[in-house]
Structure formats: structure tokens, C-alpha cells
């Protein structure tokens, strides 16, 4: 069965600095990759997702996310955090085959310092 | 405009009796999925149907029920064998890989269940 890891709960950076989720997953072939991001009391809004060709994928405000298989990782990054961008922010793997059922991280809480 | 649309917001219940989270999807979506969120513990699935009249069990489905007699809807019933019910409830839907933009999965904006 595949796994997701995010290995931080919570990431604190400052208004207008770079920002890198991390996301490391588990599964035997090329998996359908996911970040999602969650505001306080809704349901989660998908910034970006990767099946196949370019492993940089560009997604919505400004999020892109690299897949690198030698590492089974796709971290999650933007340049430039704005405060609106506090949230939680969840990885997702999804797999190939048999019925599809995805799979998410535990999310990493992000705070916006001004 | 398409989507999903979870309801109640909130709600709010009794030790010992059981409630239905409604879940109605209008984007002609054959997956639908339910999920729990607890505080650090991400979303943990409850159950998930590929298709009507079929679903299947998640990692946590003891205490839960649903139904899938329509292809839009797809019901949640909390059932009082849940021991810990309060939380955060999401449902889902989704094209099964192979479709043009399929995979990602569409979320309500979810249903808070408190237990008195």
C-alpha cells in the first residue's frame, strides 16, 4: 500500500520569504501526485498535481512542486509567501492501478509572520 | 456552477444516537469518498464507492455506514457504535485515473460533528 510523509507539522516564515513543503512517499510504480491546501473550516482546494512528463509543475498562486523519483519526494515550493498563505497544506499520492483510492500526508500547518 | 455540497456545516449530538452527513455531487463524478480529519492526524478514510451500489470499507469504517443508491449522493450515517465521533467530516469525489484532469479529488467544504 502506498504512504505519504510529511515530515512538518508546522513551518513558521516570514512575509515575502521562500517556502519548501516537504512530501516523501511510498509506492512501487509512478504514482499520481497531489498538494492540496486546507483554510480553517473548509474542505481542501488542490494547488497542483503531477501524472507524467515534466516533473516541475506549476500550480495555482504561485505554487510549483518538483517530482523527484531517486528521492520518492515532490516538495512543495513558492518564492515569495504572502500572508493569505497560512493554512494547512496536505500531499497526496494516488495509484495506478486497482480501484483508486488516494492517500494524504498528515499536512503541514503554515505560518505567516508579518 | 458544479461541485459537492456537504450538509450540515455543523451539527451537533447526543451520546447514543445516530446522524447522517448528506453528501450530493453534481459533476457526474463515478468515485465518491468519505473522510474524518482529526487535529494532526490528516484525513483517514471512512469508506469509498467506485460506482452505484457499491462501496467499500476504509481504514476506519467501525461505527459508520453509508449507501450509494444514486450517483450523486453517497450519505454518511454516524452510527452510536462510533466511540469517538466528534471531528471534522470531508467527503469527495473523483474521475478514476484515465480521464482528461482526473484523479484529484473534489471536496465539499465539510461537516463538524460535535458529541455532547
Known amino acids: 500500500a502506498q504512504s505519504v510523509t510529511q515530515p512538518d507539522i508546522h513551518i513558521t516564515v516570514s512575509e515575502g520569504a521562500s517556502l519548501e513543503l516537504r512530501c516523501n512517499y511510498s509506492?512501487?510504480?509512478?504514482?499520481?501526485l497531489f498538494w492540496y491546501v486546507q483554510s480553517p473550516g473548509q474542505g481542501l482546494q488542490l494547488l497542483l498535481k503531477?501524472?507524467?512528463?515534466?516533473?516541475l509543475v506549476q500550480g495555482i498562486k504561485g505554487f510549483e512542486a518538483e517530482f523527484k523519483r531517486s528521492q520518492s519526494s515532490f516538495n512543495l515550493r513558492k518564492p515569495s509567501v504572502h500572508w493569505s498563505d497560512a493554512a494547512e497544506y496536505f500531499c497526496?499520492?494516488?495509484?495506478?492501478?486497482?480501484?483508486?483510492?488516494?492517500?494524504f500526508g498528515r499536512g503541514t500547518s503554515l505560518i505567516v509572520h508579518p | 456552477d458544479g461541485g459537492i455540497t456537504q450538509s450540515p456545516k455543523y451539527l451537533f449530538r447526543k451520546e447514543g444516537q445516530n446522524v447522517t452527513l448528506s453528501c450530493e455531487q453534481n459533476?457526474?463524478?463515478?468515485?465518491m469518498y468519505w473522510y474524518r480529519q482529526d487535529p494532526g492526524q490528516g484525513l483517514r478514510l471512512i469508506y469509498y464507492?467506485?460506482?452505484?451500489?457499491?462501496?467499500q470499507k476504509g481504514d476506519i469504517a467501525e461505527g459508520y455506514s453509508v449507501s450509494r443508491e444514486k450517483k450523486e449522493s453517497f450519505p454518511l450515517t454516524v452510527t452510536s457504535a462510533q466511540k469517538n465521533p466528534t471531528a471534522f467530516y470531508l467527503c469527495?469525489?473523483?474521475?478514476?485515473?484515465?480521464?482528461?484532469?482526473?484523479?484529484?479529488?473534489?471536496f465539499g467544504e465539510g461537516s463538524r460533528l460535535t458529541v455532547l
Open positions: 469527495a469525489s473523483s474521475r478514476p485515473p484515465g480521464h482528461v484532469n482526473t484523479g484529484e479529488l473534489f
Open positions: 464507492s467506485q460506482i452505484v451500489n457499491d462501496f
Open positions: 509506492y512501487g510504480a509512478t504514482p499520481y
Open positions: 497526496a499520492v494516488g495509484t495506478s492501478g486497482g480501484s483508486y483510492i488516494p492517500t
Open positions: 503531477y501524472f507524467s512528463g515534466d516533473t
Open positions: 459533476l457526474n463524478h463515478d468515485a
